[in-house]
């Protein structure tokens, strides 16, 4: 997996086309992925003109900065003319009549995107294992998960199915597979990178970032990505800086150490890895660690699953199956009410008294054909974790259910963030484990959804404090299986998480 630096490089010199690099992981999407299932569409024939174009362009001295990269998208970032079906039944047929911000800027700069990627159904997951198209696998062993939701990235990465990918990441979903996978994956600060053209989960969470075998490929293509976009108003005004520039600086990182990110729960070979890393970091004078207190932490997934569900409830509601994607056959809707109404008016002629009266009021009460649509539409589209999502998130919005649920949980997120304000203000970075595990088997969470939440309880704090976060790979297991390790540094401080992994990749180098 080579750096897009070196095979810019290559390019340039003669040594090898794009159109041979494209086949190259054509090819091996074509052998392999039928094992992994990280694709859920490449369109090889487009892929190779584009490749063409591109080369034309490096021939002549005028191709952008990201010519030389292979870059797999998420099912749920917009493409225009493509499916984009964010795993999910309910937009299986749905083609996008436009392009995220971030495809028009990688566009802008010449990468070559190769296809869509598999995810949890919606980004609700820690597996992809909620997806219309099946699970996808870990490519180190394919009986394990590849994490999730961004599953399908970071599988195709890890199997040098392209040299990047994007993921979103809404509670830790570019991470965790990123630690399961062995990869490199960014969060970057909300508001940093454009979310334009991403189908929301939860707005306030939801971010696109990189995942790429290498710091310096993350650095590049954030880069690129980055930056205020007219159309999404909730990016900063705040200027991109060239982020591979601060790779090779200089200079110790002071390094917070939280307890509450070592605790109960963590396994003790995912602790040691990471211990030992910080251990070898200090001893080679790159980090300072320092003890800090992150006192609300524990109550992170809880705040997490309330306000994620809830903002998802709202977004999903656009799903109602009359203005695109799945609809249920009217035909069969109008069946199903004709068939009750017999059966409650036969009911009636064989009933008397209070239970005539009582079925009397149900035949009244019937669901119109535009309820029912609604109704049948989503139970037929949705799938399951989704609709366990959405119906939680309803619950903490409702009447009577608000202030105990909804209301506290945005006061938790403040304390939340306010932990790092003031653990930032003595420290560079702060770091825990990215996951409490290595990847587990297929199936093993699915009937468990607390236990699966679990996966998120490292990640999912920065999320809920906007900043960024950085997970690398940290060693393996015995059983080889990759532990990350994860960085957080304040909002708009990518450059330090970047300076960070610089460190630790020279150092397991």
Known sequence: MAEIRSTREQLENGEITLPEVADHYLTRIREEDSTVNAFVSVDEEEVLDTAARIQKK???????????????????????????????????????????????????????????LNMDEFA?????????????RNPLDTERVSGGS???????VAADFCNAALGSDTGGSIRQPASYCGVVGLKPTYGRVSRHGLVAYASSFDGIGPMTSNVRDAAKILKVIAGYDSRDNTTARVKVPDYESYLEQSGKLKV?????????????EVRRNVEELLEKLERRGDIERVPVEMPHMEYSIATYYV????????????YDGVRYGHRAQIEEVHREIDREKKEIEEQIRQADGEEKTKLSETLA??????????KKSRTEGFGREVKRRILLGTYVLSAGYYDAYYAKAQKVRRLIREDFDRAFSD?????????????????????????MYLNDIYTAPANLAGICAISLPAGAEENGLPTGIQFMADRFREDLLFRAGRKVEQLLS
């Open 256 to 268: 917070g150490v939280p307890s509450e990110y070592f605790g109960e729960g963590l396994n003790e």
């Open 58 to 116: 490096i021939d002549e001295g005028r191709a952008g900065t990201l010519a030389g990269s292979v870059i797999g998208i998420k099912d749920l970032i917009c493409e225009k003319g493509k499916i984009t079906s964010c795993a999910s039944a309910i937009l299986k047929n749905f083609e996008s009549i436009y392009d995220a911000t971030v495809i028009e800027r990688l566009r802008k700069e010449d990468a070559l995107l190769i296809g869509r």
């Open 150 to 156: 961004s599953g399908g990235s970071a599988a195709a």
């Open 365 to 374: 009460g019937l669901n119109s054909p535009l309820i029912r649509l609604y």
């Open 124 to 136: 609700m997951g820690s597996s992809t294992e909620n997806t219309i198209y099946g699970p996808t």
């Open 307 to 318: 306000l994620a569900t809830a903002e998802a409830s709202s977004n999903l509601a656009r």
């Open 427 to 451: 420290v560079d970075l702060i770091v825990s484990p990215t996951a409490p595990t290595t990847a587990f088997h297929l199936g093993e969470n699915q009937d468990d959804p607390v236990r």
